[in-house]
């Protein structure tokens, strides 16, 4: 009979041999060959009320190179993006709900399971999925909110067609897609157009001590001439619950300011008081901002992220942005923006937008009302467009030895009929050193 401590040594360095052979084995990465990466959003931001239930549900199914059978049911395809779901306010530099367990997704690839693109140019790319370049048939689908699959739908359900459309994408490039509510319009299904972006932040020189973005108004033909005035859903108070914004024009001019976070912060438990700006950045043009689904890319402005003085060395920046859209021909007052009722640009200009990009902290000054955790006044009077709040320009994050660290991002902002968006890619920065 085998002694039992021989069984035991064989069996041990049987174990050490699959071990040496598994860690000599070559890894093989997955890719797709000559990919191009794409991002996809649901920007049908229509509410669901009396006007719009009989319009299709804003909850989509992309899928490219369809199949279809005899009937002309569609039953399949190459790349398949269900369950699509109204896109956040906010589109981050990484991956959407990664962790996230739930079947609605705000955008494409998002939590889905999928090859994503690699570090590009010293920028992550792992928000956008990779694809086989060339040309490629794309349809979306309006199809009901509910977890099931959307093959596995009733054929009633797989009918609902929005949008059928042939895309050729060039290897390598870096395409962002929308599905958008083209005109306004009373008529059934409503106009949709599929809108295309070929971006351009991989091949441009970014420094990194400046922010940059773009913007786009990307509102349905119309939108704006037919909501001139408030909102008519209980006016600010549903502005303020929802951070959505009364129609923008057709045509904006764009300036922008910064403020210092290490400030008091403009309502202090109701009390409307005057952030701090920082010298020299008040009411800076940056351009004429013109409604259009066909415009290609807008160029990046730089902002510097250190405009205030730094006592850190470049390591921690708290300033934050506030961009003013005005209708042509009106232009912001000198000054701090005034608040609530006061004296200055909103009661002068009683149509303007502001969005505000802030980390929406109050740094423990004193305070825990929700009014003076943010960082941009929200007026009061229904005449007035009300302010939209989007993330920071800057990036915070531990990295080397510094467990708080500011990075300059790349961020796009869209307005899209009474909403606003961000999308912000990041550079790659040094990971912390435990």
């Not at 598994?22 to 049908?44: E, H, I, M, Q, W």
């Not at 399949?76 to 306010?89: A, M, V, W």
Request: with cysteine; hydrophobic share 35%.
């Amino acid at each position: 009979m085998m002694h039992f401590h021989t069984i035991i040594n064989r069996w041990y360095w049987l174990v050490c041999c699959l071990l040496i052979m598994a860690g000599c084995r070559k890894t093989v990465y997955n890719v797709v060959p000559d990919a191009a990466y794409l991002r996809v959003f649901n920007s049908l931001n229509y509410d669901v009320n009396i006007t719009t239930k009989d319009q299709p549900p804003p909850f989509l199914a992309m899928v490219i190179d369809p199949e279809y059978d005899a009937s002309g049911l569609v039953t399949g395809g190459k790349i398949i993006g269900d369950h699509l779901d109204q896109r956040s306010p906010y589109a981050g530099p990484y991956p959407a709900n990664a962790g996230n367990t739930s079947y609605r997704n705000t955008e494409y690839p998002g939590n889905k399971k999928v090859l994503v693109g690699p570090i590009l140019n010293g920028i992550n790319l792992s928000s956008w999925a990779q694809i086989p370049s060339g040309k490629h048939r794309v349809v979306f689908y309006s199809r009901p909110i509910s977890e099931m699959s959307f093959f596995d739908l009733p054929e009633r359900d797989r009918k609902n067609l929005l949008v059928d459309s042939i895309i050729d994408f060039t290897p390598g490039e870096i395409y962002t897609m929308e599905v958008l509510q083209k005109t306004v319009s009373t008529q059934y299904p409503l106009p949709i157009t599929l809108y295309l972006r070929q971006e351009q932040f991989t091949k441009l020189p970014f420094a990194d001590s400046l922010l940059y973005v773009n913007f786009y108004n990307l509102s349905a033909e119309g939108y704006a001439a037919a909501n001139p005035g408030a909102a008519n859903r209980g006016v600010q108070a549903y502005l303020n619950a929802t951070n959505k914004c009364t129609a923008f024009g057709d045509t904006m001019n764009i300036y922008y300011s910064l403020y210092k976070d290490d400030c008091p912060y403009p309502y202090i438990d109701g009390a409307p008081i005057s952030p701090a700006l920082i010298p020299g950045f008040n009411n800076i043009w940056l351009r004429t901002l013109i409604r259009s689904h066909v415009s290609g890319v807008a160029p990046y402005h730089s902002v510097p992220m250190f405009a205030a003085p730094d006592t850190t060395g470049g390591i921690l920046s708290r300033e934050w942005e506030l961009f003013i859209l005005m209708k042509p021909g009106m232009f912001p007052l000198p000054g701090p923006l005034a608040v609530s009722g006061a004296t200055g640009m909103a009661q002068a200009n009683p149509k303007f937008g502001a969005i505000g990009c802030s980390n929406g902290s109050n740094d423990g000054k004193g305070t825990t009302s929700a009014a003076a955790r943010r960082s941009v006044p929200k007026v009061s009077n229904s005449n007035y467009v009300a302010s939209c709040w989007l993330p920071n320009l800057i990036k915070y994050t531990a990295s080397g030895t510094y467990a708080q660290r500011s990075f300059a991002t790349i961020s796009t902002i869209e307005i899209i009929n009474n909403q606003v968006y961000m999308m912000s890619v990041q550079r790659n920065y040094p990971p912390p050193i435990k």
